[in-house]
């Protein structure tokens, strides 16, 4: 089985937090291969919550202790399996036929109106208790101000540029804030110096300066 046993993979994605998890099996019927099978599935779980954790690994550690041990997750893994093979553990084939199953009423289904989001599975949105607004103020502002000092040029450029605040509204309207379009332009301008130096040199010392 190729897909056994495989690490979770981070995918690139510049919007959302992305991960592919592989839900391994198993046939083993030994508690010990059970209990090998629930403790790497949990490994997998805190391999993604430490990825994207922003909490110092001493706090972290010490709050997935807490979980696993108030919440017994290991415990709380989902077992399924096909009906023909928990049918083949429990009973034997005369003792199933003793059941008369081809006497049995086909299955009917219809359509099932099932809940589009658990309740208890609404993602909490609030802002955590360790957010400071103050000090994230001063982050952004600080950041604002170091973004100045090297786009000032660009930006005066920009705006010489009929479409600029029309495609700046339309971030806007998106949800993006103004530090984070900034960050984005002089990421922009970045890359692209970079990739201008890699290939040789800047046409005029003016694009040099910009």
């Known amino acids: 089985d190729v897909y056994k ?22 046939n083993s019927k030994e508690m010990k291969e059970m209990n090998y099978h629930a403790a790497f599935l949990m490994v997998s779980l805190k391999q993604i919550l430490d990825n994207i954790s ?68 609404v993602w909490n949105d609030t802002l955590s208790k360790k957010y400071d607004r103050e000090f994230n103020l001063r982050a952004i502002t600080n950041r604002f101000e170091n973004i100045k000092q090297c786009t000032y040029l660009t930006l005066e450029n920009l705006k010489k540029d009929r479409k600029f605040p029309e495609f700046i509204n339309a971030l806007r309207n998106q949800g993006w804030k103004d530090w ?31």
């Open 54 to 121: 922003l909490l110092p690994d001493e706090e972290f550690e010490e709050l997935i202790a807490i979980l696993l041990k108030e919440s017994k997750l290991d415990a709380k893994q989902l077992v399924v399996n096909l009906y023909q093979k928990m049918h083949r553990d429990v009973y034997r084939k005369s003792d199933f036929e003793a059941f008369k199953p081809d006497l049995f009423d086909k299955e009917h289904f219809p359509e099932l109106s099932m809940p589009r989001e658990n309740r208890f599975m």
């Open 5 to 26: 046993r495989q690490q979770p993979e981070q995918l690139a994605s510049n919007q959302i937090v992305k991960w592919k998890v592989y839900l391994h099996r198993t």
């Open 180 to 210: 984070q379009i900034m960050s984005n332009i002089q990421n922009f301008m970045v890359n692209y110096k970079v990739q201008v130096l890699e290939g040789g040199e800047f046409p005029t010392e003016d694009a040099y300066v910009e």
